[in-house]
């Protein structure tokens, strides 16, 4: 079936730096998402993105959050600074956008881990 | 808020018996919700298991079936004999029908077990 791959699988980062998780969705949906899993916790929802612009965003996702898309490739989740509680595993998940119940396919996740 | 509440894990049972996996939602905000149940196996991406868009119907998939009843607000996963192969964490979420593109709202994950 249609993959959304996610790279790296796994990322290290200091506190108070950048990182940048990317994401390459199925190549014909129209509409991408994040969403965050602290071990243990339930799978949260943070944004949604369509036609280069953010359609809603959770109270997670804070202003050192970005997200985009330049140029149709990949789906990128930029965090500038880090900060220790956005150790979590993230997934990201596109849809095609036209149903009436749309079926997102994710990635396996970028275990992200700030020290 | 919207919110999922489901069988809280990890969940064990042996080949050939049978399952439930409870799930209940509340959808506030939602005036026609969609259910969906998801599935993750080891070392793999969250997958589509089966969706269910209209009130009262069964959606079934791989021998899982889950009925949407909107008077107890309830999507329980059920299997008649689980496999070894059905070992894996089940997620069951609420979405939007009339929204396209609107997030979904996961329950906590459900591990499963399956004993050879």
């Known amino acids: 079936g249609p993959k959304v791959l996610q790279i790296p699988s796994h990322q290290i980062i200091d506190m108070g730096q950048m990182v940048t998780l990317n994401c390459d969705p199925v190549?014909?949906?129209?509409?991408f998402y994040w969403y965050k899993q602290i071990l243990g916790q339930q799978m949260e929802f943070l944004v949604n993105?369509?036609?280069?612009?953010?359609m809603e965003k959770s109270k997670l996702f804070k202003d050192q959050f970005s997200v985009e898309r330049p140029d149709g490739s990949y789906f990128t989740l930029k965090i500038q600074p880090t900060a220790l509680e956005d150790s979590a595993v993230y997934f990201c998940?596109?849809?095609w956008g036209l149903g009436r119940a749309e079926t997102l396919y994710f990635g396996s996740g970028t275990r992200l881990t700030v020290l | 808020g919207d919110s999922v509440t489901q069988t809280e894990g990890p969940v064990t049972v042996s080949e050939s018996e049978s399952l439930i996996i409870n799930c209940t939602y509340s959808?506030?905000?939602?005036?026609?919700?969609?259910l969906f149940w998801y599935v993750r196996y080891p070392g793999e991406g969250l997958q589509l298991l089966l969706k269910?868009?209209?009130?009262?119907q069964k959606g079934s998939s791989r021998g899982f079936e889950a009925t949407y009843n909107k008077e107890t607000t309830s999507f329980h996963l059920q299997k008649a004999s689980v496999q070894e192969s059905d070992s894996a964490v089940y997620y069951c979420?609420?979405?939007?029908?009339?929204?396209?593109?609107?997030?979904?709202?996961f329950g906590g994950g459900t591990r499963l077990t399956v004993r050879p």
């Open positions: 959808a506030t905000s939602i005036a026609y919700p969609n």
């Open positions: 998940a596109s849809s």
């Open positions: 190549s014909n949906h129209l509409y």
């Open positions: 993105f369509y036609n280069g612009k953010v």
């Open positions: 979420a609420l979405g939007d029908r009339n929204n396209a593109g609107a997030k979904l709202t």
């Open positions: 269910v868009i209209t009130a009262g």
